[in-house]
Each structure stands twice: as C-alpha cells, then as structure tokens.
C-alpha cells in the first residue's frame, strides 16, 4: 500500500493551493515564511542578475519592483552608495517589507534605501523619476499588468532602462505543480504589454550565469525620449487593448 489515498490528495491539494496564494502575496504565516525562504534560495541569482544586468552608477535614480527578501535592492544599494542616487522598493507583502527592512537597515538608516508598501498598478511616485526600473520573477503576479506597466512607463525618466529576470524551466515546473494559479507567467504577453504602452526594443534573451552555469531569461525594455507619450493618451481612453 502506497499510504497515497484521498485524505493524501486532498492535503496535497490544499497545501499547493496555499503556496500558490502565498507565491502571490507571501503573509506571515507557516507556509508564507516557507516562501520567503524559498525566494531567498532560489531567486538570489535571478536578483543579482538583473541588478548586473541594470548597469547602475553611483548617481542613479533605481526602482525594484517586488523586492522579496531584499537581496536585489541591497546589491544596488551598494552601488549607489559613494554617489547621490537612492534606491526605493515596493512591494505588497508586509512580510516581505519586514524581512527586507531586517536585511537592508544600514541603507535606511542613511537615506539611501526607501521601502513601501504598495501596488506597482498604483505607485505614488512622481513621473521621470526613475534611471533603472528591475524585477525578478514579478511581473506574472500584477493584477493589471497594462495598468502597472503605463505606471512604469510614466515614473521612469526619457532614456532609462528596465530589467526583468526570470528562469522560464522552474516556471514550467511550477505551472505543472499548479503552483502559479494567480499568475499569468507567459514573457511574450508581458512583452506585449510593454509595447503596448510605449517601451522600446523590447527584448527577451537567454544567459547563463557566469558562476553557477545556471540558465535563466532577461527581458529588457528601453524608454526613448518620451515625445511618443501620445500611447499613453490614448491607453488611458481605452484606444489600446491587450488581446
């Protein structure tokens, strides 16, 4: 007897149903700070990458969005640290601000770190902030990614770049397990997306990782000189559909 019967499915059901929802939106629960474990094992490299990836200089503006843990915001914080730029996060998980703010308290301290708890859909950033937008492993969690990405596009300056880093074979895995039930984690949508509401020469490629061999994909999206904001005109009258 495999001990496999229906009281076993059940459990089994009901405990990937939770990391699905906890994947989305970790709380401070059992099963959430599991996740956050999780995040911390197997995002780190996606994290580092995009940070690398950004190309940040002391004097630069840097968004995350969806900071997890805080291992991506604390690698660009020191980056910026002998210059004059910040780095400001947002994410909608209070365990993830808690957690975050733990790993990150020198650059609090000092200014140079700013946390909020917010939707990426409902920022209250100010336009043309921002030189560096990143996210890892993100962007398949936004309720209204059209409506989050005409937000990225309007807080970032003319000019400036947003990574997005994923690993599209533990996706794959995860979707099997049902595990990203509240995702929509299709990269060509997402790419779509940003089109749509004016990012540039949107591109996904696929790296290695230098140390680990691991494989993963970085999407990378390109503001021009925002004369083309008509797009976001018209996305905000209903003119322009994501299908």
Known sequence: MSGEGPEHTTMLRWYREKLARNFNLPENTFIGRHVKKLLEKNNAVLEMEAVRLCDIQPDHQVLEVGFGPGIGIQAACHLIEDGNGTVQGIDISSLMLETATERNGKFLQTGKLILHLQDVADSTFDSNTFDRVFHCNCYYFWK??????????????????????LDHDAIINAQK?????????????????????????????HLNHERSGRKYQAIFAYIGDKKEDKYIDEANKGRLSVT
Do not use: C, W
Request: hydrophobic share 35%; proline share 6%.
């Open 177 to 205: 397990k049902n595990l990203l039930q509240y995702g929509k984690p299709d990269p060509e949508e997402y790419i779509h997306v940003l089109e749509t509401v004016g990012f540039r020469d949107v591109r996904m490629e």
């Open 144 to 165: 209204d990614s059209l409506q989050a990405a005409k937000e990225l596009y309007r807080v970032m300056k003319p000019r400036s770049i947003m990574v997005t880093t």
